[in-house]
């Protein structure tokens, strides 16, 4: 069966520190990956997807990245941290494009003091 | 572009119904159905794929006008463990990855 994880599970980080967020698929290959944010108000903000090693497309300008360096791994980064990038980020996976459910990790609590 | 979602909260007594909506200022190819209990990861419930499809999950059921570019969930004799945000998703067009979320309605449903 497919698992999907995401750590840490919680951060506290100072504004200005950088930040990277690991996401692993197991029991599957060439998934769909996608990195959330949930914040107060805003719902689930996409932020990034991808659909193959090395391919990332982005969906919110900020100063966070994002890297697929193998299959099913998934990297969310950044190099300065904001006030605004507290949330919970959730890593997420599907198998097809417009079928079929949305797998999610257990998510990331970022805090940035 | 999110899709708006109505309405933002609601309150039940156990055994009433509710609709939450989903619209979107763009066609939609389909639309899926997410439930969120508080500090847990969203948990699907349904797409749908065809305009004016109707789809049902227990005593919960949505309904699809492409048309109109919008989508209503029903929860019929709400339970208790209905409580929380539901969230829905619209993909554009057939073949896109890109899947957009709503700001979510949040559900209480009391004895």
């Known amino acids: 069966s497919q698992t999907i994880h995401q750590w840490p599970a919680t951060l506290v980080q100072p504004v200005g520190s950088p930040l990277s967020l690991e996401c692993t698929v197991e029991?599957?290959?060439?998934?769909?990956l996608y990195w959330y944010r949930q914040a107060a108000g805003r719902g689930l903000q996409l932020l990034f997807y991808?659909?193959?090693?090395?391919?990332i497309s982005s969906e919110v300008p900020q100063n966070l990245s994002a890297s697929r360096p193998q299959d099913r791994q998934f990297i969310l980064s950044s190099k300065k941290l904001l006030l605004s990038d507290s949330g919970f980020y959730l890593c997420?996976?599907?198998?097809?494009?417009?079928?079929?459910?949305?797998?999610f990790g257990e998510g990331s609590r970022l805090t940035v003091l | 572009q999110q899709p708006v979602q109505s309405p933002q909260a609601v309150i039940l007594r156990e055994g009433e119904d509710a609709v939450i909506n989903c619209s979107s200022s763009?066609?939609?190819?389909?639309v899926h159905w997410y439930r969120q209990k508080h500090g847990e990861a969203p948990v699907f419930l349904m797409i749908?794929?065809?305009?004016?499809e109707q789809k049902g999950h227990e005593k919960i059921s949505a309904s699809f006008n492409e048309k109109k570019q919008q989508s209503s969930l029903y929860l019929t004799a709400s339970q208790l463990s209905y409580s929380g945000t539901y969230f829905c998703?619209?993909?554009?067009?057939?073949?896109?990855?890109?899947?957009?979320f709503g700001k979510g309605t949040k559900l209480s449903v009391i004895p």
């Open positions: 029991g599957t290959s060439n998934p769909n």
């Open positions: 991808s659909v193959g090693i090395g391919q």
């Open positions: 997420a996976w599907k198998q097809f494009a417009n079928t079929g459910e949305l797998f």
């Open positions: 763009k066609a939609l190819y389909s």
């Open positions: 998703g619209t993909v554009p067009s057939p073949g896109s990855y890109q899947l957009t």
């Open positions: 749908l794929l065809k305009g004016g």
